[in-house]
């Protein structure tokens, strides 16, 4: 599976974007997916990730209610909807996916196998 992620750029604190995670994968409904972030001298922490079928979503607590992970299995992509940016969300975020069970969605690193090359968002305060 390849992943593509893009849609990353330089926004203003409170500003929002929105990532784009596409896939090669024609059965991608089995896939879950996930997004990561990694800051400058931090460690690559999980962000939010969603279910193979879209019913099930996981965020990381300090982008609950700020950021919104969806899918299109039809397009075989995975959007990050990213609102009310703060400085400390300046990171790379990479896309990852990982065949799963139907309704699963893990938060470690470690649990998936494909990644794509990551998209840098800086947001300027």
């Known amino acids: 599976v390849q992943l593509q992620a893009s849609g990353g750029g330089l926004v203003q604190a409170g500003g929002s974007l929105r990532l784009s995670c596409a896939a090669s994968e024609r059965t991608f409904s089995r896939y879950m997916t996930a997004w990561f972030r990694q800051a400058p001298g931090n460690v690559r922490e999980f962000v939010a990730g969603i279910s193979g079928g879209g019913s099930n979503t996981r965020y990381l607590d300090s982008v609950n209610g700020r950021f919104a992970i969806s899918r299109d299995n039809a397009k075989n992509t995975v959007y990050l909807q990213m609102n009310s940016l703060k400085s400390e969300d300046t990171a790379v975020y990479y896309c990852?996916?990982?065949?799963?069970?139907?309704?699963?969605?893990?938060?470690?690193?470690?649990?998936?196998?494909?990644w794509g090359q990551g998209t840098l968002v800086t947001v300027s305060s």
């Open positions: 990852a996916a990982e065949d799963s069970a139907y309704f699963y969605v893990d938060m470690m690193q470690n649990a998936y196998e494909y």
